[in-house]
Antibody
Framework: DVNLVESGGGLVKPGGSLRLSCAASGFSFSQDSVNWVRQIPGKGLEWLASINHVLDYKYYGDLVKGRFTISSDNGKTTVFLQMNSLRADDTGVYLC??????????????WGRGTLVTVSS | DIVMTQSPDSLAVSLGERATINCKSSHDLLYSSNNKKYLAWYQHKSGQPPKVLIYWASTRASGVPDRFSGSGSGTDFTLTISSLQAEDVAVYFCQQYYSKPYTFGQGTKLEIK
């Protein structure tokens, strides 16, 4: 059975940092792209970042460019999202998703359940 | 960025009746080089990971019941549930993967009338 499990969420003060993990179970990411998406109540889903393991390339949305960093472990079984300079409007549920399709663009065929990040003093 | 606008925000349909959800893109999602439309539909039930239903605008994902179908042009798309079942209660959202940043519709909450 294949799935994705996010972890690392929690309560953090404004300006603080968190490192989220997205662990693959039953497969490795070596031929996949992996994305981080967040769900903010009242705002729907926002795509944040993507790592393409085949092209060895990383993409970031404007909302998080310069503050968040996506990376993966050597075994390509876990993808991380290092989040710095967190703000109250970063509060939400953070989900990872595997991306399949056509070259560097694809739909998400596998998602995790998400991990809750709360930024508050 | 490509803006995805879904309608309606919420929908109540009787069991066995048809449910229709619309998604409009601010940019044509058809790549002329391969004649594919870069649009997907997802179902998100409370407490579960989102699940892909439709990709390439009209291709049903593996294991998805055939009561779910997708259609549309390059900018206007529709998800249709032909005969609503109780287990279809969920939030449905569309996504464009034509270009990054990937963007999503705001979601449609589907309930039983």
């Amino acid at each position: 059975d294949v799935n994705l499990v996010e972890s690392g969420g929690g309560l953090v003060k404004p300006g603080g940092s968190l490192r989220l993990s997205c662990a693959a179970s039953g497969f490795s990411f070596s031929q996949d792209s992996v994305n981080w998406v967040r769900q903010i109540p009242g705002k729907g889903l926002e795509w944040l970042a993507s790592i393409n393991h085949v092209l060895d390339y990383k993409y970031y949305g404007d909302l998080v460019k310069g503050r968040f960093t996506i990376s993966s472990d050597n075994g390509k079984t876990t993808v991380f999202l290092q989040m710095n300079s967190l703000r109250a409007d970063d509060t939400g549920v953070y989900l990872c998703a595997r991306d399949v399709g056509d070259g560097d663009l694809g739909h998400f065929d596998l998602w995790g359940r998400g991990t809750l990040v709360t930024v508050s003093s | 960025d490509i803006v995805m606008t879904q309608s309606p925000d919420s929908l109540a349909v009787s069991l066995g009746e048809r449910a229709t959800i619309n998604c409009k893109s601010s940019h044509d999602l058809l790549y002329s080089s391969n004649n594919k439309k870069y649009l997907a539909w997802y179902q998100h039930k409370s407490g579960q990971p989102p699940k892909v239903l439709i990709y390439w605008a009209s291709t049903r994902a593996s294991g998805v019941p055939d009561r779910f179908s997708g259609s549309g042009s390059g900018t206007d798309f529709t998800l249709t549930i032909s005969s609503l079942q109780a287990e279809d209660v969920a939030v449905y959202f569309c996504q464009q993967y034509y270009s990054k940043p990937y963007t999503f519709g705001q979601g449609t909450k589907l309930e039983i009338k």
